[in-house]
């Protein structure tokens, strides 16, 4: 089983649209989980961290399984700033810091 | 808002040369971190640094590998004698020094590094 893996898509929605994406992880003790976005040839950045009672940021809401290992990104009324590649992001050991990236998913946003 | 700057933006750099790639971190952070991405595929960690010593790496990082905080503010990456698959995206980021390990990581917009 991958680390973290994620359908790498693409996604093609019309503005406006709900779109939702998952993410698996293969060790059970992980404890920080994060999603970023990146768009072509950029910088991974921060969308939001995802904590256990699942979180909202505007227009997007993450939730965690713990019991399933997955985690989803909930995008509400798409606009066409969305088209990215959306990344999971996982800190797979307790104690750790590394961050283990999912190959991402990536989202056109079409009008 | 605060952020991470690299330099340069884009190294080309002849086989079995060294390269070193540099990083600015966000002044109140304490973590700093090199990740690699090669063209089509995903984000790779490299190194964790805190305290003036590395605290995580990776398989990638091997004896060609080396980081170092020169002084207060900089944070480089050096590849000893690059290799033709040493070519990719090269991200700094770093993060705030918490107990947990949950503090977001903050990356630099990159060093694309093309080994000819």
């Known amino acids: 089983r991958k680390e973290v893996e994620q359908d790498p898509g693409p996604f093609n929605v019309p503005e406006g649209a709900t779109v939702a994406f998952n993410c698996t992880y293969s060790?059970?003790?992980?404890?920080?989980f994060f999603w970023y976005r990146q768009d072509c040839r950029k910088e991974p950045k921060l969308l939001m961290s995802v904590y256990s009672s699942g979180n909202e940021d505007g227009r997007f809401t993450a939730q965690l399984n713990r019991a399933s290992q997955y985690i989803s990104l909930l995008i509400r009324d798409s606009k066409l700033s969305d088209s990215a590649t959306y990344l999971c992001?996982?800190?797979?050991?307790?104690?750790?810091?590394?961050?283990?990236f999912g190959s991402g998913t990536r989202l056109q946003v079409q009008p | 808002e605060p952020e991470v700057t690299q330099t340069p933006s884009h190294q080309v750099t002849q086989m079995g040369q060294e390269v070193i790639l540099r990083c600015v971190p966000i002044?109140?952070?304490?973590?700093f971190y090199w990740y690699r991405q090669i063209l089509g595929q995903k984000v790779e960690f490299l190194v964790s640094?805190?305290?003036?010593?590395?605290?995580?790496k990776s398989e990638i990082f091997d004896d060609q590998f080396s980081v170092e905080r020169p002084d207060g503010s900089n944070f480089t990456l050096k590849i000893r004698s690059t290799k033709l698959e040493d070519s990719a995206m090269y991200f700094c980021?770093?993060?705030?020094?918490?107990?947990?390990?949950?503090?977001?990581?903050?990356f630099g917009d990159g060093t694309r590094l093309s080994i000819l």
């Open positions: 002044s109140n952070h304490l973590y």
């Open positions: 980021a770093s993060s705030e020094l918490q107990a947990n390990s949950n503090q977001p990581q903050h």
């Open positions: 992001v996982v800190i797979l050991d307790t104690g750790r810091r590394a961050l283990t």
């Open positions: 640094f805190y305290n003036n010593e590395i605290s995580e």
């Open positions: 060790n059970s003790a992980s404890q920080s």
